[in-house]
């Protein structure tokens, strides 16, 4: 299935889950789902036999607080090229997506409500892989994946302060007496 | 709760296929971040009674370097030898796939001698990794002169690239829009002849190792991953072809020029045990090497044929991407190496994600150890092939 | 040290309790000048002086050939810098290891983990005081022969389990945990085999064994290897195999299996007393082949010599049979090698059904063929 039939079967079966199709002529379309009904959309994703999306590749947390596209000039007479879409909220987790039997990937994107304390429900039903991502993503972008069995630091040290890749996220200057600078 | 209320109320979970006689108590063992068997800084607790497992909880991030963090300080040409040291093993393999999501995100073209020359490093780093899999895997096991037979050819690969690009571990070869060199003289000759020898080694590697009966005991049935398993923990490359996916992204969503060579994608079979034991994870790997070499003397005979020498690279004036993503993800020795990439026009990546196939392939560890044997767990880690750089990041 | 020698002294003691005691390369020629009491002690410290270069002096070549050999296999040099083919490179590590920090770990049992390299030790040395390697050169000639080897080498077992006991580390009570189980099991076997050389030569004094394989077609047709075959044959790899096990040699190298438990046993353990691990390792290995050459290789005979040749030649005679003990007990200990570098290791619950399921067995079958064999022929 290309990204089209998929989107239009989730669509069908979901009908008012997708916020957002962003299609061709963008080099990865994705579609933006509620974070609401994430966790359904992706259990049809998975077990629906069409779509069959077995495998959860990444899960990806976007910090879009310093967000300014910088878009290249365009020569006279040229087609300007088409902006990205602009980020509707702070924090965003993209999903992606793989289908063995099928043969074709998806990128989900969801937008994270609250921009102090990001949350999105947690996909470790669905697909046990989400596990190790969910707490890879709340470790350096400090998003909350709520029903998560275990979501405590993986990659960082479990005292380290702060998560890594948010835009406003300062370097220590000291770590337990050793210093940084 | 008391221990044998406990005990009791395992076996009414059908933890315990047995019933213990004599009352014993669980020894905690940590396993690392020190440890010969654990293929770099990976530390996994176990708790075991007597020899069996019963709980097994990793622990990763040792070598954390937040190398995404990194990617978006420095611009894309500089970011390019980081991608070398977190798959240490497979370091020209990270350098096309970051390659290739960066080209497809700012629309590089690549002229097709580069495109050629990336296949032949990525086979050939590929078997250069599977090596190390196949030695490290006999060293896990207690043998230790595969290992050595192993990095004699190794050495050989090694010396290619070295040749190739200066480098013997950490190469940076592949660069946003080609790769910084041309084969030199006679090198996919000696290409060609490595290729050869390595075929004939191979038998030897067999004999040794593939076929020894110690070995097939204690690798068949061992670490059963079923397919189902794989699929839900995000296993991909060889990890999961064992377990009966036939799924490879080279052949599955060609990049570079993989639709233009034929190979075949081996898959677990249960030869000798039960299908994704560790001796198919093993053995799946074994193969590859072979289908390496095969797609090898295609790429050099398509090379010479179709490209002309000195265009391997587009020479860009500025590496400014346009806004947008891209995801590439490509099939590293491992499993998909995933690169997807946020640019916002500058010359710094707005955000980089990695994507590291022994990552997902590791969390799978907790639920495949308990039942497991000591002796049993050095097998399994040894056989999924991780490297912890890659792990950590 | 101390202990080897009140151990020393009492297998003399055992030894010379028996009813007809042979004489040993020392027993007997003191006597006169110190009398019955201190006689059979000084020759018992000389023989001890003996026994420790033996024991120091091969394992020191043995670790050398070991590497030598492995690099062979694995297609490396190995070491060649120290000395002529590197053969003094033993020397040099040995002088490294005593020069380096003997760390005993604060929470361990400090009294016990300093004493168990020491028991090692000792066990094995003392049972090679009860191995033959001419007619004459033996230091504790005793009827008990095999029977005291075993038991000595049963004291390695409780060093082993001491070692990792008092470590204070899991991986090294893992590795005495299976110390212990393989070596009871291995035992098992071993004995067994005893017990079909004891009905076989109607002795378990090692010399007596050997001089029961003189002779016979081509001078080999006596030996153990080709009586009553192929039980005599079976028999023999039975042996090997416990053997292996017993001296912790690969495939059966679990209690150390560095790739699992570290360094098992002698995780802990640096310098001098770790090196007494080593040195126990490679005389149990000679050890232990030395006694498979006395009861399945016809010890000293050679193909096509007669027996009374080594007796009868004196001192040059003697020296012969030493050499072709040495020989044979080397080409024995040379495969232990060349397997140890070529198999992986069997893991813990297939090195005890492969015990009692096939080596036991086949065992068993092996001294029942011997019982109906001696019963026949008389």
New interface residues.
């Given amino acids: 299935m290309n990204f089209d039939e998929i989107a239009d079967r989730i669509e069908e079966l979901h009908q008012g889950a997708v916020q957002a199709r962003v299609g061709e002529p963008a080099k990865d379309p994705y579609l933006r789902i509620s974070s609401e009904s994430l966790v359904e959309v992706m259990r049809t994703l998975h077990a629906d036999r069409d779509l069959a999306f077995e495998l959860l590749i990444s899960v990806t947390g976007m910090d879009w607080s310093t967000w300014t596209p910088k878009m290249p000039r365009v020569k006279k007479g040229d087609e300007p090229l088409p902006e990205p879409e602009s980020p509707v909220s702070r924090y965003e987790v993209v999903y992606h997506l793989l289908s063995v039997s099928q043969n074709h990937r998806l990128v989900i994107k969801v937008a994270c409500a609250d921009d102090e304390r990001p949350a999105q429900p947690t996909l470790t039903g669905i697909y046990p892989a989400a596990d190790w991502l969910e707490r890879e993503t709340w470790d350096l972008m400090g998003i909350d994946f709520q029903g998560h069995p275990d979501l405590r630091r993986i990659l960082c040290a479990e005292d380290w302060v702060g998560h890594p890749l948010r835009k406003d996220y300062e370097f220590p200057t000291e770590y337990h007496g050793i210093s940084a600078e | 709760m008391s221990q044998l209320q406990e005990m009791e109320k395992r076996l009414a979970d059908g933890q315990r296929e047995y019933v213990l006689d004599v009352k014993t108590q669980d020894?905690?063992?940590?396993m690392g971040p020190q440890?010969?068997?654990t293929h770099g800084v990976l530390r996994v607790v176990l708790t075991?009674d007597?020899?069996v497992l019963t709980s097994a909880t990793p622990y990763?991030?040792y070598i954390?370097r937040?190398a995404?963090?990194i990617g978006?300080s420095v611009d894309y040409k500089m970011f390019l030898p980081y991608t070398d040291r977190y798959d240490y093993l497979a370091a020209m393999n990270n350098n096309v796939g970051y390659c290739l999501a960066v080209e497809?995100?700012g629309g590089i073209e690549v002229p097709p001698r580069a495109t050629w020359l990336r296949m032949i490093i990525c086979e050939l780093n590929r078997i250069g990794s599977h090596l190390i899999a196949f030695g490290t895997y006999?060293?896990?096991?207690?043998?230790?002169?595969p290992f050595?037979?192993g990095f004699?050819e190794r050495e050989w690969v090694m010396s290619l690239f070295e040749k190739l690009c200066g480098a013997r571990l950490t190469y940076s070869y592949a660069y946003p829009g080609g790769v910084i060199n041309d084969a030199p003289e006679g090198w996919l000759d000696e290409l060609l002849r490595f290729c050869d020898v390595f075929d004939k080694k191979y038998q030897e590697y067999d004999a040794?190792?593939t076929r020894?009966k110690?070995?097939i005991?204690?690798t068949r049935n061992v670490g059963i991953v079923t397919k189902d398993q794989a699929?839900?923990?995000?296993w991909?490359g060889p990890s999961?072809r064992a377990s009966g996916?036939r799924?490879d992204v080279r052949e599955?969503?060609p990049y570079l020029f993989y639709d233009q060579i034929s190979f075949d994608v081996p898959i677990g079979r249960g030869e000798m045990g039960t299908t994704g034991d560790c001796w198919d994870r093993y053995y799946v790997r074994m193969l590859e090497m072979l289908q390496c070499t095969r797609m090898l003397r295609q790429c050099v005979e398509r090379i010479q044929a179709d490209t002309t020498p000195g265009e391997f690279l587009t020479k860009l004036k500025n590496y400014?991407i346009?806004?947008?993503?891209?995801?590439v993800?490509i099939d590293n020795p491992r499993g998909?190496l995933?690169h997807?990439v946020?640019a916002?026009?500058?010359d710094v990546a707005?955000?980089i994600?990695i994507?590291g196939p022994s990552?997902?392939n590791?969390?799978?560890l907790p639920?495949i150890l308990p039942g497991a044997?000591?002796?049993?767990a050095?097998a399994i880690i040894g056989s999924m092939d991780i490297v912890l750089g890659e792990v950590?990041? | 040290m101390l202990s080897l020698l009140v151990t020393l002294g009492a297998a003399q003691q055992v030894g010379s309790t028996v009813e007809n005691p042979e004489t040993g390369i020392l027993e007997g020629i003191f006597d006169g000048w110190f009398g019955d009491t201190f006689g059979p002690l000084v020759s018992a410290v000389l023989g001890l002086i003996i026994v420790l270069t033996l024991c120091s002096l091969l394992p020191m070549f043995w670790t050398w050939a070991e590497r030598r050999i492995a690099g062979r296999i694995q297609q490396r040099p190995g070491p060649n810098r120290v000395g002529p083919f590197g053969l003094i490179q033993a020397l040099a590590d040995g002088i490294k290891l005593m020069f380096k920090e003997d760390i005993i770990p604060t929470q361990s049992s400090r009294f016990l983990f300093m004493l168990a390299p020491g028991i090692v030790l000792a066990g094995t040395f003392v049972a090679f005081g009860m191995l033959p390697l001419s007619p004459s050169v033996i230091v504790v000639n005793t009827h008990l022969g095999i029977y005291l080897i075993t038991a000595f080498l049963a004291l390695d077992a409780i060093g082993v389990i001491m070692a990792g006991w008092a470590s204070n580390n899991k991986w090294s009570i893992l590795g005495a945990m299976r110390e212990a189980a393989q070596m009871v099991s291995y035992e098992i076997p071993l004995g067994i085999l005893f017990l079909m050389a004891g009905v076989t030569y109607g002795s378990l004094n090692l010399v007596d064994m050997v001089a029961e394989q003189e002779g016979g077609l081509f001078g080999i047709g006596q030996w153990m290897l080709f009586r009553f075959p192929p039980f005599g044959f079976i028999g023999f790899l039975v042996f090997y195999v416990a053997i292996l096990a017993e001296a912790k040699r690969a495939p059966f190298d679990l209690p150390e299996a560095e790739s699992e438990l570290v360094s098992g046993f002698h995780t802990e353990y640096s310098g001098i007393r770790f090196s007494f691990f080593f040195l126990a390792e490679y005389a149990a290995m000679f050890l232990l082949s030395g006694v498979a050459v006395c009861i399945f290789l016809g010890g000293w005979n050679l193909p096509f010599i007669s027996g009374s040749f080594w007796r009868d030649n004196g001192m040059f005679g003697e020296l012969l049979a030493v050499i072709s003990m040495l020989f044979k007990s080397f080409i024995l200990v040379f495969v232990m090698l060349w397997l140890r570098w070529t198999l992986p290791r069997i893991r813990v619950d297939q090195v005890m059904s492969f015990c009692y399921k096939y080596l036991t067995p086949a065992a068993f079958a092996c001294l029942l063929a011997a019982v109906f064999w001696a019963e026949t022929k008389v």
Avoid: W
């Fill in positions: 020894m905690e063992i940590n440890h010969p068997a075991a007597g020899e990763v991030g954390h937040c995404e963090k978006e497809k995100a006999g060293l896990d096991l207690g043998a230790f002169t050595l037979y004699r040794l190792l020894n110690i070995f005991e204690r699929l839900r923990y995000g991909t999961l996916v799924f599955s969503q400014r346009t806004p947008g993503e891209a995801y993800g998909e995933g997807y946020v916002d026009g500058k707005y955000r994600k994507r990552f997902c590791l969390s799978i639920e044997m000591l002796a049993d050095v950590d990041r």
